[in-house]
């Protein structure tokens, strides 16, 4: 499957603001190209574009499953597969030895909210409820809860959040387990 003409497309139809210095970014930062960890999932090159289409497709199943709530297609396809973007400058693949490994100084917990500000810097126009997915989407493993614990709190009850950290463990635990 090619990955980046997949993701790059499903991007484009979003017709988001700011969506096409996303997809320019996500070229220049080698965003096909990295791990989307070291140990765990999808420890491989080309892994976070795997992972990151992995999710989409979960959260398209997940919000099919949902009862009396239609979410937006643009959502689900910009919080799956731009949940782990800050990923790009932390994981790496060694040349030497073609193993994943990670760049300590930018190895940081909360990696949603620092997800999220990438983003923004990037100029893409994110709705409230989207920024509390891609913030939230480790749930209950998300660091920053313990200092935002009543955000925390609001983004349990919002669907798309639920859907996208749903998805995210689906697709993290169906790639290991595919190993």
Known sequence: MNYK????????????????????WLDRNRFYEVPASVKFHNNFAGGLAKHSWEVYEEALRQSEQLKDVTLPADSLILCALLH???????????????RPYSNPENFRKGHGLRSVKMLEDLGLELQHDEIMAIWWHMGVYEVSREQYPDMYARAQTIPLCRVIQRADSRAAAAACEAK
Do not use: F, M, Q, W
């Open 5 to 24: 003409e997949n993701i790059e497309r499903a991007l484009r139809s979003t017709a988001r603001r700011g969506v096409e210095n996303v997809i320019a």
């Open 84 to 98: 782990d973007i800050c990923k790009t400058d932390v994981y790496r693949v060694s040349p030497v030895n073609g």
